[in-house]
């Protein structure tokens, strides 16, 4: 990988949240990088810190989240240590979002078209005239028929596949380089998630934008990225090629994740699901924080296992395959 | 359209209904010929009256003839001015018009600000202060903060004249006793509702896109929260109309209110009785116009 091709990557990335019930380690030593253009997709169970991660890296936490360590590097500026006003020229025009919920993630008293248009009003100096033909145009490119129609529409008025076409056009509407997704069709039918996946997919290709997909379904991924990322509460297990992850998966929580999903040509008759649940946050066990899970767990799982990378570009968090490193040499 | 069209026809019930009570209240409130004669009118003078007014005929026939009257506008003629009484309180409509619209517009000046920054501020020291101040405004009565601002502002300091109508500096002092109260009761409302927007989804968004937080909050969150602001508004122009009412007396501002009490002093029931139906209309108009503008803030809402 050519040092010159990375676009986002984040180091030690570690995020806190301040509760009345003390602190919760969302995301501890989170580590991954994008290139240009490339589609990278982060998984895990529900309360893993994937979408943490990804608001961290916009900096838009709620209040009582905060960034305690690590760096986030975009186009070779640290966003950590930006300020605000800085960030706010990145938010939107650089780096974008897709929400999963479109519905409520649309201001429902504005028009679609003026959502979409007040990014390219702040980022780009253009004549409202101008920026509403630059709306049209990528609600075109979207798919949605009768743009102009749908421009002046309320959220309310349109489908959820539709609203979420919207959100797409809005992410796409300065260029950025790097769309975060985070699980956007997690809330739409199955036929239409299809259509989001394969929208979202041509035009990050046609424009060369790079996204990172945030989701817990392992089809999507298999659909969209070229690599993958494993979360485990708030920690990367996982990180490889999207080949090197289906066929060769190291981690036993990864294989428990392929075995947990189905088949996409139906020869698994029942679903098996990965026992037990993702530990809360406030009680994470001191070594492997999949311990408890585990069916391979051994006394040494007790200590803390590191990110290994095992061959070129895949990387494993686990003492297992550490072991059967050590014993190969 | 058709939505306004019904809402207009909704009225007339409404109506039939204040007729009703200010029938039945002048009925009640003793003999209305001797309400509406001077004191020292001959036997001739009110049996002509009765005559003239169909006092001699069976109540439902007397309310019929009070209802056809009120729709030609025909309250009877007010003794102490000698003249019909309706003309009498539309002249005195603007100024009340006119100081209502000022006291609405001064609470929606105060309370935006500072019930948005309340609600941004939660749990700080300016919430806890505005939090505060507010339960005093509200609880504060009209005529006792009409004469505090009269004596600080117009007596001591004598920079805003005491009273009466003119220049628009003549309505300031007016305008903030009306609108005191209004202004407390929408600044907390707008601060709870304030609360709940902040954390909605669209303002995640809305970040997202790279908006200033003052952009994000006064573009996107205020709108949101404008909706039961509106109906607060509406709900409370019966209050202001209240108010209204005790703040004209204290400031000899001549409208409506001043109008309706002089006339009760002197026992003038045709002015009362038709100042309490324009004062009903007026009230009836701006729910309705509250309805209206409703319907413009928050699209989700169709025309039914
Ligand atoms: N505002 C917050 N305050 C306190 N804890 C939070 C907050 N936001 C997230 N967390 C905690 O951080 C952990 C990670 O949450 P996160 O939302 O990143 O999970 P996720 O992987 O995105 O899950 P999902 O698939 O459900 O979206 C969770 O245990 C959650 O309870
Ligand atoms: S380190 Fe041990 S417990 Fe953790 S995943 Fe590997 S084998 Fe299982
Ligand atoms: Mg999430």
């Given at each position: 990988m050519k040092e010159s091709e990375v676009l986002l990557e984040v180091k030690n990335l570690k995020t806190h949240f301040n509760t009345i019930n003390g602190v919760v380690p969302s995301v501890e030593d989170v580590s991954f990088y994008i290139n240009k253009g490339e589609k990278v997709a982060i998984v895990g169970e529900s309360g893993s810190g994937k979408s943490v991660t990804s608001l961290s890296i916009m900096r838009l936490l709620s209040e009582t989240g905060k960034i305690i360590d690590g760096s986030i590097h975009f186009c070779g500026r640290n966003l950590i240590e930006l300020s605000e006003k800085d960030m706010r020229k990145i938010r939107g025009n650089e780096i974008a979002m897709v929400f999963q919920e479109p519905l409520s993630s649309l201001n429902p008293v504005m028009t679609v078209g003026k959502q979409i248009m007040e990014s390219i009003l702040l980022h780009q100096k253009t004549r409202k005239q101008n920026a509403k033909q630059q709306v049209i145009d990528l609600l075109n490119k979207v798919?949605?028929?009768?743009?102009?129609?749908?421009?002046?529409?309320?959220?309310?008025?349109?489908?959820?596949?539709?609203?979420?076409?919207?959100?797409?056009?809005?992410?796409?509407?300065?260029?950025?380089?790097?769309?975060?997704?985070?699980?956007?069709?997690?809330?739409?039918?199955?036929?239409?998630?299809?259509?989001?996946?394969?929208?979202?997919?041509?035009?990050?290709?046609?424009?060369?934008?790079?996204?990172?997909?945030?989701?817990?379904?392992?089809?999507?991924?298999?659909?969209?990225?070229?690599?993958v990322i494993v979360m485990y509460a708030g920690q990367v297990v996982e990180q490889a090629e999207i080949f090197s992850i289906f066929d060769y998966p190291k981690h036993p929580y990864t294989k428990a994740l392929l075995n947990s999903t189905p088949k996409l040509d139906f020869s698994q008759t029942e679903l098996l699901s990965i026992e037990g649940t993702v530990p809360s946050p406030m009680e994470i066990p001191t070594g492997c924080r999949f311990y408890d899970r585990c069916d391979f767990s051994s006394e040494i799982c007790k200590q803390s296992p590191e990110l290994k990378e095992i061959t070129d570009g895949h990387q494993v968090r686990c003492w297992l395959v550490e072991e059967a490193i050590d014993n190969r040499i | 359209m058709t939505y306004i069209i019904k809402k207009l026809f909704q009225i007339i019930p409404v109506l039939f209904i204040i007729s009703f009570v200010v029938f039945i209240f002048v009925n009640v409130s003793g003999d209305p010929v001797v309400l509406m004669l001077p004191e020292d009118a001959s036997n001739e003078e009110i049996k002509a009256m009765q005559e003239s007014l169909g006092l001699d005929k069976p109540v439902i026939v007397q309310y019929g003839l009070f209802l056809s009257n009120v729709m030609k506008g025909q309250f009877g003629q007010s003794f102490v001015y000698k003249q019909e009484a309706l003309p009498i309180v539309l002249e005195r409509l603007p100024a009340t018009f006119e100081l209502m619209i000022a006291a609405i517009i001064i609470s929606i000046l105060i309370s935006i600000p500072l019930g948005v920054l309340s609600a941004i501020k939660r749990n700080t020291f300016i919430d806890l202060f505005i939090s505060g101040t507010s339960v005093l405004g509200k609880a504060m009565p009209n005529f006792w903060l009409g004469l505090m601002l009269m004596l600080v502002f117009s007596v001591y300091l004598q920079i805003l004249p005491v009273s009466s109508r003119g220049s628009l500096l003549h309505l300031v002092l007016p305008a903030i006793t009306t609108g005191t109260a209004m202004a407390a009761e929408l600044t907390r409302m707008l601060r709870s509702q304030m609360l709940d927007v902040l954390h909605q989804d669209y303002m995640r968004t809305a970040r997202s896109k790279g908006l200033s937080h003052f952009s994000v909050v006064y573009k996107h969150g205020l709108r949101n929260s404008l909706l039961p602001v509106i109906t607060l508004i509406a709900l409370n122009i019966s209050t202001l109309v209240g108010g209204a009412l005790v703040t004209e007396v204290v400031f000899a501002w001549p409208g409506i209110g001043q109008l309706v009490i002089s006339a009760v002093h002197a026992r003038d029931m045709a002015v009362v009785q038709a100042c309490i139906f324009v004062i009903a209309i007026f009230v009836i108009g701006a729910n309705f116009l509250a309805d209206i503008l409703y319907r413009v803030v928050d699209p989700r809402i169709k025309y039914r």
């Open positions: 798919g949605i028929p009768r743009p102009e129609k749908v421009f002046s529409s309320y959220p309310h008025l349109l489908s959820g596949g539709m609203r979420q076409r919207v959100m797409i056009a809005m992410a796409l509407s300065c260029q950025p380089k790097l769309i975060i997704a985070d699980e956007p069709t997690t809330a739409l039918d199955v036929t239409i998630q299809a259509q989001i996946l394969s929208i979202l997919k041509e035009l990050s290709e046609q424009e060369e934008v790079a996204i990172l997909l945030i989701t817990h379904d392992l089809g999507v991924v298999a659909e969209v990225a070229d690599r | -």
